[in-house]
């Protein structure tokens, strides 16, 4: 693997995590958001990653010096959660009531996000840990004809 690919995997890896941090952020800090631009509650949105410039199988399966390289993460999807419902409370003087009474509260746990924003943190952690290793090799083998 050549030096600044490494480098480029776990940059990438923090660029991904970082917008991950980002959309965590935009969750929490509309926990309470009743009413949107496209009507009702805010939706909690979820990142997805994937591999960018997907390696072909057939470049595994051979025998070749690059059989295992990986090429980095990307960002493959931010999209709305739709598998968890709102939340309901009873508040007929809330102006985003429905007819019963019941205002729908954003599909945002505070403990799921604070759970996911931990584990996105560590992540990030343990790919800068990861740069300053490659970095720190790169530097005892430059300095190795001194």
Do not use: C, H, W
């Not at 990142?47 to 690059?66: C, D, I, L, M």
């Not at 403990?111 to 800068?128: F, H, P």
């Amino acid at each position: 693997m050549a030096l600044f690919q490494s480098f480029n995997i776990s940059a990438s890896a923090m660029t991904a995590e970082r917008f991950r941090t980002d959309i965590i952020a935009e969750n929490i800090a509309n926990v309470n958001t009743t009413s949107t631009e496209s009507g009702g509650p805010y939706r909690r949105k979820v990142v997805t990653f994937g591999e960018r410039n997907v390696t072909p199988f057939s470049q595994y399966y051979s025998a070749s010096k690059n059989a295992a390289i990986g090429n980095g993460v990307k960002v493959t999807s931010v999209r709305e959660d739709y598998d968890t419902d709102f939340v309901k409370e009873y508040d007929p003087a809330n102006p985003d009531a429905d007819e019963n009474g019941y205002v729908s509260y954003p599909n945002v746990n505070t403990v799921t996000e604070m759970t996911n924003l931990i584990d996105s943190t560590r992540a990030y952690e343990a790919n800068a840990t990861a740069f300053e290793a490659s970095k720190s090799m790169a530097q005892t083998g430059l300095s190795i004809g001194q």
